[in-house]
C-alpha cells in the first residue's frame, strides 16, 4: 500500500494493539476466478494467526497450502472536512482527506481438516472472544451436545497464516498543524468518532 512515512507505523506494541482490538481481517487470496476476499476473524497465536472458514467456502479448495494471502485488519476510518482546520480560515490552502488505521499482514496459508486442529481454532477464538464478553461465564466448546459439536465441527476448514511480512499505516492528520489535529479529533467527538478522536489525542501527546 502507498504509506509514506510520516504515517507509517512501526511499534509493535500498537500493531499488535491494532490487530487484537480490530480481529475481522479481510482475507484476500488469488484463485482460479480472480481475487476473492474473505471476511474472517483471526486470533494471533505466537507470530502467526489462527481461524476457520465454512467447508462450503470455495476458499480452502481454490487456495492451495502455503500459498500467499493478505489479511487486512481496519481500525476505523473517518472524513474529514476542510471547514474543520483553523488553519484554513487563514490560508484556505486544505483539501478534504480521510483518516484510518490499518495493517496489512502478508502470510502464506496452510489448511487443515483434521479435528484436532478444528477444535483448537474453535477453541482458541471462542475461549479468547467469550472471556472479553462474558468473562467466567462465557460459553464453551463442553456447553453444546458433543453430537452437535461434532457435527459443527465438520462443516468447517481450520487454517494457520505464517506471516511473512506485517506493515502498519495509521493515517491521523500527523501532516498537519497541532492545532488542526486538535480540531479534527474534537469534530470527530461531537460526531461521536470517539475512538478515532482519542487515537489522534494520544498520538499528538506521544
Not at 484476500?28 to 480472480?34: F, L, Q, R, S
Not at 465454512?54 to 479448495?61: E, I, K, Q
Not at 482527506?97 to 481438516?113: E, F, G, K, P
Amino acid at each position: 500500500m502507498y504509506n509514506p512515512q510520516h504515517f507509517q507505523e512501526h511499534h509493535p506494541a500498537e500493531i499488535a494493539r491494532l490487530v487484537d482490538f480490530n480481529p475481522l481481517a479481510a482475507l484476500v487470496a488469488m484463485t482460479p476466478a480472480g481475487l476473492v476476499a474473505n471476511h474472517i476473524p483471526l486470533l494471533r497465536e505466537g507470530e502467526g494467526f489462527v481461524g476457520h472458514v465454512a467447508l462450503a467456502n470455495d476458499l480452502h479448495r481454490d487456495v492451495p497450502d502455503g500459498a500467499p494471502v493478505l489479511a487486512i485488519f481496519q481500525a476505523g476510518d473517518a472524513y474529514v472536512s476542510p471547514n474543520w482546520y483553523p488553519s484554513k480560515a487563514e490560508t484556505h490552502r486544505a483539501v478534504p482527506t480521510w483518516n484510518y488505521r490499518v495493517v496489512h499482514v502478508q502470510a502464506t496459508i496452510h489448511w487443515s481438516h483434521a479435528d484436532r486442529d478444528k477444535r483448537r481454532a474453535v477453541s482458541l477464538l471462542t475461549t479468547h472472544h467469550e472471556r472479553a464478553v462474558n468473562g467466567a461465564a462465557g460459553w464453551r466448546m463442553g456447553d453444546a451436545p458433543a453430537d452437535y459439536m461434532a457435527g459443527m465441527l465438520e462443516k468447517i476448514v481450520a487454517f494457520r497464516l505464517t506471516v511473512t511480512r506485517t506493515e502498519a499505516k495509521v493515517k491521523l492528520n500527523q501532516n498537519r498543524t497541532p492545532e488542526d489535529i486538535a480540531a479534527v479529533a474534537d469534530a470527530y467527538e461531537k460526531g461521536g468518532r470517539t475512538t478515532l478522536a482519542q487515537a489522534m489525542r494520544q498520538r499528538g501527546d506521544g
